[in-house]
């Protein structure tokens, strides 16, 4: 499935008919990590359901709808749940998002994620700040960009060697030792899911340089830089990397980690608005 540019933009009248400002800055909220979209002032809710063309999150622990309003003085969309290629849509699907953000006019977008440790030093609970992503899925044939260009956004190759914005880091690490939070680093592998990857599968990765892994993310990140959207990432830490097989994963240690992961993350995003 394959969206044009009308298409795109129906979806972006939609959302223009319900507010009266112009949001600046974007942000997927992941797995378990809902609650900072409970701060937002003033908020306007509309369920995935209501937008025409838009996919309805199917899995636990993503409430499924958008929340527009103010935080710490900024306007922001925030995505209250996201989409997974693993769900059963399509590429397009899972990034019309990020192609509707982009329409609105939003500048920044800040992804979250609950992730796997790849990296035996994370542990659950911890916060790794994305500096890059190792692409298995789109390596594989599913890129989002796969198809007809949209000029409109970007070029039919767009550069991925600053995939997060390198200012918008540093703003994190600042917030990050303001705070006195830990905050890791590394690079995050988005796989397709929706089974927890084996032993193996996690040995393959770290040696090719993985820090984290998770089933999202990584499509949103590549249409956002194809249409010059600047981006941050996080990663929570929901599980500790599996290497030798001893302990099992499961979806409901995933959610019950964004209790201890989500007060981070919001303090972390919040300083980053304030200091833009």
Same mark, same amino acid.
């Given at each position: 499935?394959? *969206?044009? &540019? ?18 600046? +800055? ?6 378990? &990590? =809902? ?9 306007? +809710?509309?369920? *995935? ?16 709808? &958008? ?10 969309? #925030? ?28 500048? /920044?977008? /800040? ?16 916060? !790794? ?8 899925? =789109? !390596? ?5 960009? /796969? ?9 039919? *190759?767009?550069? !991925? $060697? ?24 590394? #690079?995050?592998?988005? &796989?397709? =899911?929706? $089974? *927890? ?14 820090? $984290?892994?998770? !089933? ?5 990140? +590549? ?13 929570? /830490? ?19 980690? =964004? ?9 972390? +995003? ?7």
């Amino acid at each position: 499935m394959l *969206f044009t &540019l009308e298409m795109i933009d129906r979806v972006a009248g939609v959302i223009r008919t319900k507010i009266n400002y112009q949001p600046r +800055i974007g942000l997927i909220l992941g797995t378990g &990590l =809902g609650g900072l979209a409970e701060t937002v002032q003033q908020p306007t +809710i509309i369920p *995935f359901s209501e937008l025409p063309g838009w996919p309805v999150s199917t899995v636990q622990g993503h409430a499924g709808r &958008l929340v527009l309003g103010e935080l710490d003085g900024k306007n922001l969309l #925030v995505m209250q749940g996201r989409i997974h290629y693993y769900e059963g849509y399509e590429m397009a699907q899972v990034t019309l998002p990020v192609r509707v953000m982009q329409r609105l006019g939003i500048e /920044i977008l /800040i992804v979250t994620n609950a992730a796997g440790a790849i990296n035996p030093n994370f542990m659950p609970g911890d916060v !790794m700040l994305i500096t890059d992503h190792l692409n298995l899925v =789109g !390596m594989a044939g599913l890129n989002p960009l /796969i198809g007809p260009n949209l000029d409109e956004f970007g070029p039919r *190759f767009p550069d !991925m $060697s600053q995939a997060y914005d390198r200012v918008l880091c540093e703003l994190a690490r600042t917030v990050a030792k303001e705070n006195k939070l830990a905050l890791h680093e590394g #690079v995050y592998v988005g &796989l397709s =899911g929706p $089974s *927890f990857e084996s032993p193996a599968d996690l040995r393959f990765l770290r040696l090719a340089g993985a820090d $984290s892994v998770g !089933m999202s993310t990584v499509p949103e990140v +590549i249409v956002a830089r194809h249409g010059g959207t600047r981006v941050l990432g996080f990663s929570g /830490i929901s599980n500790k990397a599996n290497l030798d097989g001893n302990t099992v994963t499961s979806h409901e240690e995933v959610l019950a980690s =964004g209790g201890i992961i989500g007060p981070k993350l919001e303090t972390l +995003i919040r300083g980053v608005l304030q200091a833009l």
